[in-house]
């Protein structure tokens, strides 16, 4: 298994000091005082625009992102997370309401609308039993994400996205690396 790899630069166009990782990194503020840049060079990772991996978070592959205004980002990148390969099934278990409660769905594929698909009008909670997902604001993969690896999720606003309804939701597979 091939591990990821991730530069990141202090300025925006892969400029200034960098710092060069292959795993988790919970306060980039050790290594560089900014980045606003970053070249994935294998693998996948989810960089935060807060330390511990809190605060808006965008999903990079193997690329060149030149300038993190562009990926959303309302701050430099402060944190990042690699996420490892998966091969197997998928499977999560999304709930309406926080603490499991509420309607219920399992799910093993990919989500372009949960709204449509299941009649479920928010997702406060899940459990992500095998693989990695992102699940996103707005239906067909579209607006902010949130990165999701295997374990129990009892509240999405109690880990600082209050106020975001997830209407989509989908596998980080193979062909993302």
Known sequence: MTMGKIIFYEDRNFQGRSYETSSDCADMSSYLSRCHSCRV???CFMVYDRTNYMGNQFFVRRGE???YQRMG????????RMIPMHRGQ??????????????NVELMDDCDNMMDRYRMSDCMSCNVMDG?????????????M????PG??????????SGM????????????Y
């Open 165 to 176: 309804r997830f209407m989509s939701m989908r596998r980080i597979m193979d062909s993302c």
């Open 41 to 43: 060079e294998s693998g």
């Open 146 to 149: 949130m990165y999701l690896r």
């Open 73 to 80: 980002m309302s701050d430099c990148i402060r944190s990042c």
């Open 132 to 144: 990695h997902w992102l699940m996103y604001e707005q239906p067909h993969f579209r607006g902010r």
């Open 152 to 161: 129990e999720y009892r509240s999405f606003r109690e880990m600082g996205m």
């Open 90 to 103: 998928f499977r999560m278990r999304i709930y309406e309401r926080e603490n499991f409660g509420g309607q």
């Open 65 to 67: 992102y030149s300038d």
